[in-house]
């Protein structure tokens, strides 16, 4: 925990609740850093007041520009520096006269390209000592807040994900853009949206206290490239954990040889030992994720579904053997039916067999009768025999719809899940291209 | 050349590059933070210099310096 870790937490609601926000170094060059800021916070119809600074233009978007921060005659909550870092310092101290105590620096060249870019990171550290400003970054995506109550996207992410109760931060800005499109398709909302860079001033653990303490965010997810205060870390996780119940995510590159190099070379740190971090996150109840696949369907599970009252959990599952039927229509053949082992194995095990429409009862008797795995339908070592009439329904059925709607180019029923003999089959999932 | 007349020159080019009048154009301004000038515009500063001055300058030497009375001096030492 910093010594200014208190006057983080205060200066905190202003960047995600701001009555108003200055882009500080916006201009009017569309497709860049600059201007896609405040156009975004335009575009996502911010509600409180929103000033840009662009000392070379008159207006940006139409808005009246001033020229320095301190030009604009009202109050200021938040303000966004965009500027190049070789002027950063100078917007920052303007910042600290005009009384703004909240800050979030986009702009890249600090630490991670060297030593001249590290020197400019201490520089901004001493700014905001002096003037008691808390600021998110340098070198960062920026900011969302979906909160209806201010629409914040003081990002240059283009879309603002959709409102949810899922808090996200990261260190990578290039992850966060990764993120945001899974999640918009698979229309995953989110609380808050944070990426924090080089956490010069504010930092993860900052984060996970004001989204303790955030109603709007059930889960935590937290993308790291380097731990710096590893015990901070785990008090600030176990305290969140114990006192709100609130699951923390997390998933932490460098795990392989490989992605320690990358992070060296993206942040200028050295990921640390991973095997540490595996316990340590473990002792604090933090969930560890492989991937972001993994990340958001463990988020998903605790987001909309009521955590479990006792450790006494019973999984119910289907009974039946997993097959894929399915078909492909071949430019020179037209429909090709498949049929093989379905589910997550269709893929590795290839277990499966083909036959051009229309078929014949016989034809599809003999596919299913081809593929190695057929013992596992015909009662195998004591288990039931499978519905095989009904899979060879299944199967003519689907020769008839080849010839039937030619603009269905691919179907898949993956996984047909087939029960003991006489008690027919149903389809798990199912998939259709035209 | 003095300095003087390097300096009136100076920000003559940069009134042209940035499109300023050259009376807001104060000695100690900052091309980013004062002058508003983008990264494009700071490249074409430094071809300008070159021309007036039939100069040719270190283009990464030249990209550090910010401002303009800076920028007269830089360009003086390739004229002594």
């Given at each position: 925990m910093t010594p200014r870790h208190n006057i983080h937490i205060k200066n905190l609601e202003k960047i995600f609740y701001p009555g108003s926000v200055a882009v500080v170094g916006t201009n009017n060059s569309k497709g860049t850093v600059p201007y896609d800021i405040f156009f975004n916070i335009l575009k996502a119809e911010f509600t409180g007041v929103l000033y840009p600074v662009s000392p070379g233009e008159k207006s940006i978007c139409s808005v009246k520009a001033y020229k320095y921060i301190v030009d604009i005659p009202d109050q200021v909550d938040l303000a966004i520096l965009v500027f190049p870092s070789s002027v950063c310092h100078l917007a920052l101290e303007q910042c600290g006269q005009k009384g703004i105590r909240s800050v979030v620096i986009i702009s890249a060249g600090f630490k991670e390209t060297g030593e001249k870019g590290l020197e400019r990171e201490r520089q901004l550290k001493q700014i905001a000592g002096k003037y008691d400003i808390s600021f998110i970054g340098p070198n960062c995506l920026g900011i969302i807040n979906t909160d209806p109550r201010v629409n914040l996207n003081a990002s240059f992410a283009r879309k603002m994900p959709e409102e949810g109760n899922i808090g996200f931060l990261s260190q990578c800005g290039a992850l966060c853009t990764a993120v945001?499109?899974?999640?918009?398709?698979?229309h995953i909302g989110f609380s808050k949206f944070i990426s924090f860079g080089n956490k010069a001033d504010i930092s993860?653990?900052?984060?996970?206290?004001?989204?303790?303490?955030?109603?709007?965010?059930k889960v935590i997810l937290l993308y790291l490239e380097e731990v710096t205060d590893g015990s901070g870390l785990m008090q600030v996780a176990r305290e969140i954990i114990a006192t709100t119940g609130k699951p923390i995510l997390i998933l932490k590159s460098g795990k392989t040889t490989a992605g320690a190099s990358a992070t060296a070379s993206h942040t200028g740190s050295l990921a640390g030992s991973d095997e540490?971090?595996?316990?340590?996150?473990?002792?604090?109840?933090?969930?560890?994720?492989?991937?972001?696949?993994?990340?958001?369907?463990?988020?998903?599970?605790?987001a909309y579904q009521p955590l479990p009252k006792s450790n006494k959990v019973a999984i119910i599952t289907n009974a039946g053997v997993e097959v894929i039927p399915g078909f492909k229509r071949d430019p020179s053949f037209g429909g090709v039916i498949m049929f093989g082992i379905g589910g997550i194995f269709v893929e590795l095990y290839r277990d499966?067999?083909?036959?051009?429409?229309?078929?014949t009862e016989a034809d599809a008797e003999?596919?299913?009768?081809?593929?190695?795995?057929?013992?596992?339908?015909?009662?195998m070592r004591g288990m039931k025999k499978s519905d095989v009439s009904s899979i060879k329904s299944c199967?003519?059925?689907?020769?008839?719809?080849?010839?039937?709607?030619?603009?269905?180019t691919e179907l898949d029923n993956n996984p047909?899940?087939?029960h003991e003999d006489g008690k027919g089959c149903w389809v798990a999932d199912a998939k259709i291209m035209l | 050349m003095d300095k003087n007349e390097i300096r009136i020159r100076v920000k003559r080019v940069i009134a042209q590059v940035l499109e300023r009048d050259p009376g807001e154009i104060a000695d100690e301004?900052?091309?980013?933070?004062d002058l508003g000038a983008s990264s494009m515009q700071s490249i074409q500063l430094i071809a300008a210099f070159d021309e007036e001055f039939n100069i040719e300058m270190d283009q990464d030497k030249a990209m550090e310096v910010q401002n303009v009375s800076a920028a007269a001096d830089f360009i003086s030492s390739y004229l002594a």
């Open positions: 945001l499109d899974y999640a918009r398709a698979k993860e653990i900052d984060l996970l206290f004001y989204l303790r303490n955030d109603d709007k965010t540490i971090c595996d316990a340590a996150f473990r002792q604090a109840g933090i969930i560890r994720c492989a991937n972001i696949e993994e990340m958001f369907n463990i988020a998903i599970a605790f499966v067999s083909f036959r051009i429409a229309p078929l003999s596919m299913i009768h081809e593929i190695k795995a057929f013992g596992l339908l015909d009662g199967i003519l059925r689907l020769s008839q719809l080849t010839l039937g709607f030619p603009r269905i047909l899940i087939v | 301004a900052d091309f980013v933070f």
